[in-house]
């Protein structure tokens, strides 16, 4: 049977409410206290199956040499597309209640399956580079509104093409990873003066983002129809942003000291193969885009997004936004093909995000900037006294996204941040 198939049944009670079904196989790296070395894990309901033990054992074979023992998924998804469902199938065969295998192997499965409470998650990939794009035309309008003129807050390029930016790859960090309150040079309206402060409107940034699965040469393109062939999985991803040094610096190349500090990304990669039984269509698009971005059929996917804030005030965090990867105007196939239209190179393991996620109502906006409109509105948390406007020191921001079918729901799990104090004098 295949991975996906709604019928399928793991031996390991899983529970409906859980991201990580037998149908969703999600790639990761992980260590224990009593096992340090890095290695690549698959998560399982409340468990991480070891795959570094498995191919020891000669269970699972990718290839002639290791790849599951290694401290990146990079080697593994090096191998192609072939090998990485042909893998997954494997994983889900013994995985199944009717393969005894690794079930009825009690010594397998305590070296095997490892309780996920105790697994300490790393960063699942080498980043090679990192782009993050800018496609949801809700959150561009939202941005043009409040900084340009409403009536024309889109720029002329934004119905045409991907807009994107080339961010920094070393402050890509794992979910749990402190972020650290940056520094910079920014100009208050009132000031006359630049000034250089710690961040005063510290923002998350709801976005998803693919990892890229295979090589091209300098001056290769991929065609917009090739796209998703070179895609290995997805991951939920925040990428941090100092809104006040922002507005000061991004013109005329746009965001750098802001974005750069930090990015985080969920620790468990969801396969595209995953993903397949929630696609759906994206938005249509006006004015039809040049023929090097033309797609047909459905290029979106049904993922349920959600942010939660929690701070010292409040016992319980409060949920801020909720919305769905499928309003996506541009798709990361469109995404894939204008990156590489000019002929630059990819690389196994860039990091492909796809900007801030935001939705048409006020509930839906993927940032603070968006939800306190730059601060004029500012949030009430589940308190019904403590407000944000943007975070706070010790405040933290987790990131949730799960696809929820008929019969079993396929998650990321989270990705989350605490903000701490800045080093002022640095």
């Known amino acids: 049977m295949h991975p996906n198939t709604p019928a399928l049944k793991s031996f390991i009670p899983v529970d409906p409410s859980s991201d990580f079904p037998i149908q969703n196989l999600p790639f990761g790296i992980f260590s224990t206290r009593q096992s340090p070395e890095l290695r690549v894990g698959v998560a399982i309901g409340e468990w991480v199956l070891d795959l570094a033990q498995l191919e020891k054992m000669g269970l699972l074979t990718p290839c002639s040499q290791p790849v599951f023992n290694k401290p990146a998924l990079n080697d593994f998804i090096a191998l192609g597309q072939s090998v990485w469902r042909s893998t997954r199938a494997q994983i889900s065969l013994l995985l199944r209640d009717d393969h005894a295998r690794l079930r009825d192997d009690a010594e397998l499965r305590a070296s095997a399956l490892i309780p996920m409470h105790e697994a300490i998650m790393h960063l699942p990939i080498m980043v090679s580079g990192y782009t993050d794009f800018y496609s949801s035309k809700e959150h561009a309008t939202n941005v043009g509104s409040m900084f340009r003129d409403p009536a024309n807050a889109l720029l002329p390029n934004w119905l045409h093409l991907p807009v994107g930016y080339n961010g920094r790859a070393s402050s890509v960090v794992v979910s749990g990873t402190e972020i650290r309150r940056p520094m910079g040079q920014m100009k208050p309206p009132s000031a006359e003066q630049p000034l250089f402060a710690a961040c005063a409107k ?225």
């Open 202 to 426: 510290l923002d998350f940034e709801l976005e998803t983002a693919f990892i890229v699965g295979a090589n091209t040469a300098l001056g290769e393109s991929v065609s917009v129809n090739d796209a998703e062939e070179m895609m290995f999985g997805m991951v939920l991803l925040n990428d941090w942003s100092a809104r006040d040094i922002q507005q000061w610096e991004y013109v005329p190349l746009g965001p750098f000291n802001a974005k750069t500090f930090a990015t985080s990304i969920s620790p468990w990669v969801v396969t595209m193969e995953a993903l397949e039984p929630f696609r759906v269509p994206g938005p249509k698009q006006e004015p039809e885009p040049l023929p090097y971005l033309r797609q047909s059929g459905d290029h979106s996917f049904d993922i349920q997004l959600a942010v939660e804030l929690q701070t010292a005030e409040c016992e319980q965090p409060t949920t801020i936004c909720n919305t769905n990867y499928r309003a996506m105007y541009w798709s990361m196939a469109q995404q894939l093909a204008h990156h590489t239209i000019s002929g630059c190179n990819l690389r196994v393991g860039d990091l492909m995000a796809s900007g801030t996620i935001s939705g048409t109502q006020p509930d839906s906006f993927g940032s603070l900037l968006e939800l306190s409109w730059n601060g004029q509105r500012p949030v009430t948390l589940s308190d019904g006294q403590t407000k944000r406007s943007f975070l706070e020191d010790g405040d933290v921001v987790i990131l949730r996204g799960t696809c929820i079918g008929a019969h079993y729901r396929c998650g990321f799990g989270a990705v989350s941040g605490r903000i701490i104090p800045a080093l002022i004098g640095s």
